[in-house]
């Protein structure tokens, strides 16, 4: 009997132990995806984040009555690959042909207008947002209204500065405050994160694990390339998940793919035509309900 107890204990060890390694290992391996070199190389305007906070104004401001239907507890169906920051399905239940939107530097002027898009086109998404978009009430308010809507909301840090090129204690500012702030609007803190330009630091990916949150990057977009900010090209470039005039020549679009797009006007336009081209190719858009998170 004692050694059965002995057992048991030793497994359990054995287990916790592994799983620390695991994590520990998941905080070097955010870096992939394909797209970087090209992006880091290519003159971009990814992500610059234009607008000033706008501070005072009326903050106090109630949100609305929830109105559209909350998801039920659903079992998860796929995970994000950490590496390649693919969707993948977890069991049979889970379409391997299936593509995750993503809406970035939200919510800016454009966001709710694109969560109305997706919502009529019945298309899930996560919105990743900035803390310094969340300073008036407007804004608030969209936010709690792309909430209510079903959307994923994500964590993109407070003031969408460069990971890497801030101390460890302003990192941890940059994402905790933020999820104290879409806590305090939604009542929930995001399950998501994704580092400003896809840049990650070691210190970022263990504390976004200890926030409760899965890390990721994407597998491509565009629409922050000079030659694809109109909308007709970047549902082209989209659709196909080629963007020849950024040198990729080649499809993106595969499987799993984890598409990149911001709150642009030529995105907000085109996001209607992108939905219905991918899904014309038999793609589906996946529901970031059914995806695998820390809690
Ligand atoms: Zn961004």
């Known amino acids: 009997m004692k050694n059965i107890i002995w057992l048991v204990v030793a497994i359990t060890l054995f287990i916790t132990g592994c799983s620390d390694i695991t994590s520990d290992e998941e905080k070097g391996s955010e870096q ?83 969560a109305n898009t997706l919502k009529d086109l019945e298309a899930g998404a996560i919105f990743f947002v900035n803390g310094h978009f969340l300073n008036t009430a407007e804004n608030k308010k969209a936010l709690q209204k792309i909430h209510d809507m079903g959307f994923a909301i994500g964590n993109h840090t407070y003031n969408h500065e460069l990971l890497s090129d801030l101390p460890t204690e302003k990192q941890k500012e940059e ?20 580092a400003p330009h896809g840049k990650n630091t070691d210190y970022s990916n263990k504390l976004a694990g200890q926030e409760g949150m899965v890390t990721m990057n994407w597998t491509y977009g565009y629409d922050y390339f000079e030659p694809y900010m109109d909308a ?49 190719k038999g793609y589906e858009i996946v529901d970031p309900a059914l995806i695998q998170t820390k809690e």
Request: proline share 7%.
């Open 32 to 114: 992939g995806n394909s797209q970087e070199e090209t992006q880091k190389s290519t003159k971009n305007t990814a992500d610059t984040n234009k607008n000033e906070p706008e501070n005072g104004a009326n903050d106090e401001e109630q949100p609305e009555e929830k109105q559209m239907d909350k998801k039920e507890t659903t079992e998860p169906i796929y995970k994000v690959d950490e590496e390649t920051s693919s969707v993948v399905p977890i069991n049979e239940e889970g379409n391997e042909k299936i593509v995750l939107l993503t809406i970035d530097d939200a919510p800016d002027e454009h966001a709710l207008n694109m």
């Open 175 to 194: 994402i905790v405050s933020l999820n104290d702030k879409i806590e305090n609007i939604i009542g929930e803190r995001p399950q998501f994160f994704r």
């Open 232 to 280: 007709e090209k970047l549902t082209e470039a989209m659709v196909s998940g080629k963007g020849p005039e950024v040198d990729i020549p080649y499809s993106l679009l595969k499987p799993g793919a984890n598409l990149l797009m911001h709150d642009r006007e030529w995105t907000a336009k085109a996001l209607p035509d992108i939905i219905e081209g991918l899904r014309a």
